[in-house]
Protein backbone atom coordinates (compact mmCIF):
# COMPACT_ATOMS: atom_id res chain seq x y z
CA UNK A 1 0.00 0.00 0.00
CA UNK A 2 1.45 3.39 -1.05
CA UNK A 3 1.10 5.98 1.33
CA UNK A 4 2.27 9.93 1.63
CA UNK A 5 2.23 11.60 4.24
CA UNK A 6 2.74 15.43 4.23
CA UNK A 7 3.52 17.28 7.81
CA UNK A 8 5.19 20.60 8.98
CA UNK A 9 2.30 23.17 7.89
CA UNK A 10 1.12 25.77 10.28
CA UNK A 11 0.19 29.09 10.79
CA UNK A 12 3.43 31.61 10.17
CA UNK A 13 3.49 35.16 9.83
CA UNK A 14 4.52 37.12 6.74
CA UNK A 15 8.11 36.30 6.03
CA UNK A 16 8.68 33.60 7.78
CA UNK A 17 9.33 29.59 6.91
CA UNK A 18 8.11 26.69 7.10
CA UNK A 19 9.70 23.32 5.60
CA UNK A 20 7.08 20.39 4.79
CA UNK A 21 7.68 16.99 4.93
CA UNK A 22 6.44 14.08 2.59
CA UNK A 23 7.46 10.89 3.84
CA UNK A 24 6.55 8.11 1.42
CA UNK A 25 5.82 4.19 2.02
CA UNK A 26 5.30 1.71 -0.48
CA UNK A 27 7.26 3.33 -3.33
CA UNK A 28 10.78 4.42 -3.58
CA UNK A 29 10.67 8.38 -4.11
CA UNK A 30 13.97 8.31 -5.91
CA UNK A 31 12.02 6.89 -8.97
CA UNK A 32 9.21 9.05 -9.74
CA UNK A 33 8.95 12.34 -10.20
CA UNK A 34 8.03 13.99 -6.67
CA UNK A 35 5.90 17.21 -6.63
CA UNK A 36 4.35 19.64 -4.05
CA UNK A 37 0.75 21.28 -5.15
CA UNK A 38 -1.27 23.41 -3.46
CA UNK A 39 -4.84 24.24 -3.35
CA UNK A 40 -6.48 27.44 -1.73
CA UNK A 41 -10.06 27.61 -1.27
CA UNK A 42 -11.97 28.57 -4.58
CA UNK A 43 -8.94 28.00 -6.44
CA UNK A 44 -7.79 24.74 -8.53
CA UNK A 45 -4.78 22.69 -7.32
CA UNK A 46 -1.58 23.83 -8.57
CA UNK A 47 2.17 22.67 -9.07
CA UNK A 48 4.27 24.43 -6.91
CA UNK A 49 7.41 22.68 -7.33
CA UNK A 50 9.03 19.04 -8.44
CA UNK A 51 12.08 17.08 -8.56
CA UNK A 52 12.15 14.36 -11.21
CA UNK A 53 13.79 11.21 -11.07
CA UNK A 54 17.27 12.68 -12.25
CA UNK A 55 16.97 15.23 -9.28
CA UNK A 56 16.00 18.48 -11.74
CA UNK A 57 13.95 20.88 -10.11
CA UNK A 58 11.43 22.84 -11.63
CA UNK A 59 9.21 26.14 -9.88
CA UNK A 60 6.23 28.38 -10.18
CA UNK A 61 7.41 31.45 -10.79
CA UNK A 62 5.17 32.90 -8.17
CA UNK A 63 7.56 30.65 -5.45
CA UNK A 64 11.00 30.79 -7.44
CA UNK A 65 13.19 32.09 -5.33
CA UNK A 66 11.57 31.13 -2.06
CA UNK A 67 11.04 27.75 -1.92
CA UNK A 68 13.23 24.89 -2.84
CA UNK A 69 12.54 21.13 -3.07
CA UNK A 70 14.49 18.56 -2.15
CA UNK A 71 14.77 14.63 -1.71
CA UNK A 72 16.27 12.46 0.47
CA UNK A 73 16.84 9.28 -0.65
CA UNK A 74 18.02 7.20 2.67
CA UNK A 75 14.63 9.10 4.48
CA UNK A 76 12.50 7.98 1.36
CA UNK A 77 11.42 11.63 1.63
CA UNK A 78 10.97 14.95 0.19
CA UNK A 79 10.86 18.09 1.64
CA UNK A 80 9.52 21.96 0.53
CA UNK A 81 11.32 24.54 2.17
CA UNK A 82 9.33 27.58 2.45
CA UNK A 83 10.81 30.85 3.03
CA UNK A 84 10.16 34.66 3.11
CA UNK A 85 6.26 33.24 3.34
CA UNK A 86 3.39 35.21 1.81
CA UNK A 87 -0.47 35.72 2.42
CA UNK A 88 -0.43 34.24 -0.93
CA UNK A 89 0.69 30.88 0.17
CA UNK A 90 -1.98 30.14 2.36
CA UNK A 91 -3.06 26.89 0.86
CA UNK A 92 -3.68 22.94 1.70
CA UNK A 93 -0.20 21.39 0.50
CA UNK A 94 -0.29 18.29 -0.90
CA UNK A 95 2.79 15.98 -2.07
CA UNK A 96 2.14 13.43 -5.43
CA UNK A 97 4.35 11.12 -6.44
CA UNK A 98 4.29 10.13 -10.73
CA UNK A 99 5.63 7.68 -12.46
CA UNK A 100 4.36 6.38 -15.94
CA UNK A 101 0.64 5.30 -15.07
CA UNK A 102 0.92 5.10 -11.15
CA UNK A 103 0.04 8.47 -9.55
CA UNK A 104 -0.51 9.38 -5.70
CA UNK A 105 -1.39 11.77 -3.23
CA UNK A 106 -1.35 12.70 -0.04
CA UNK A 107 -3.75 13.82 2.56
CA UNK A 108 -2.47 17.66 2.74
CA UNK A 109 -1.14 19.69 5.14
CA UNK A 110 -2.59 23.51 5.73
CA UNK A 111 -0.52 26.12 5.52
CA UNK A 112 -1.66 29.45 6.53
CA UNK A 113 0.16 32.90 6.08
CA UNK A 114 -1.38 35.66 8.56
CA UNK A 115 -0.30 38.31 10.80
Known amino acids: QVQLVESGGGLVQPGGSLRLSCAASGIIVSIYAMGWYRQAPGKQRELVAL???????NYAESVQGRFTISRNNAENTVYLQMNDLKPEDTAVYYC?????????WGQGTQVTVSS
Open 51 to 57: ITRGGRT
Open 96 to 104: NADREIRNY
